[in-house]
Structure formats: C-alpha cells, structure tokens
C-alpha cells in the first residue's frame, strides 16, 4: 500500500501549496514592513477595540490595531473564497460537536497567553527567524496535541 495514499487521501499537493502560500506571505510581511504575523497578538489588539482593561490597552496593541483587523479580515476572507470554491475548494464540514469546538477554542487561546503567542506566531514566524523560545514552544504545542489527541481519541471512542 502507498504510504502517500494512507496519509494524505486527497493528495499532498494543496497542503505544500498552502504551507508555500503561508510561508510566503509571512516572509513578505516581516520582509516588507518588520511585522511579525501572528493570530493570538491579532486577536488581543481587536479586542482593544472594545475592552478598556490596561491589558488590551497596552500600546503594542492600540498602535498596531489598524492593520492587524486587515491582516485578519484577509485570512477570514482567504479562507472563505476557498470555502465557497473561488479557489478549487469544496464546502467541509465537521461533526465535532459545538461544546467541543468552544471548549478547545478555550484551551487554544488560554494556552497560546500561556505560551506568548500562538502556532501561527511560533511555529511560522518564530521558527522561521530562527528563536529558540520558538522552537521550545512549537515543541510543547507538539507534544500536548499528540497526547491530547491520543486521550480524547481513547476517551470518546
């Protein structure tokens, strides 16, 4: 049996284009402007639209705002393009249930302050300019979802 087939049963060829495409615009945004693209630091300075805690006030948040809220609105809009299948893609959907999804959504964005900053800011941007703290956390991102998903897998089966 081809291995390529078990792993990847629809082809291997959107996942290198993607990572090519991510890799590409994350290079181009630190290349271009000296940013650094990562989701979890988008997130806390779009709620510094909102909430007045000192937290979310925090200059590096209210400062970057603007074009975080676009960098954010083309990765919904990207996604939904391929959603609607401008870009090749089909509608997908998931029978996780919605308290799953809520309650994993929790985890990620409780784990992502835990570890100052998410898998996009990590594991794209900080790998790809060579950090360490990076690599140690792309590291425990990896671990904790190995044995998460080996427990839920157990678990709800």
Partial sequence: MDISLSL?????????????????????LFVL??????MSTVFSSTWSYLVRRP???????????????????GLILGALLWWLGFAGGKPEATAVPAWQLLVGGFFVGYGSRL???CTSGHGICG???LQLPSLLAVLTFMATAFLTANLAARWLA
């Fill in 55 to 73: 937290f979310f006030q925090q200059s590096r948040f209210v400062d970057s705002r603007s074009w975080r809220l676009v960098y954010a609105l």
């Fill in 8 to 28: 990847f049963p629809l082809g291997w060829q959107h996942y290198l284009l993607g990572g090519l495409l991510i890799g590409a615009g994350a290079a181009l």
């Fill in 115 to 117: 570890g100052n900053g």
């Fill in 127 to 129: 790998l790809g300019s």
């Fill in 33 to 38: 402007t000296g940013r650094i693209g990562g």
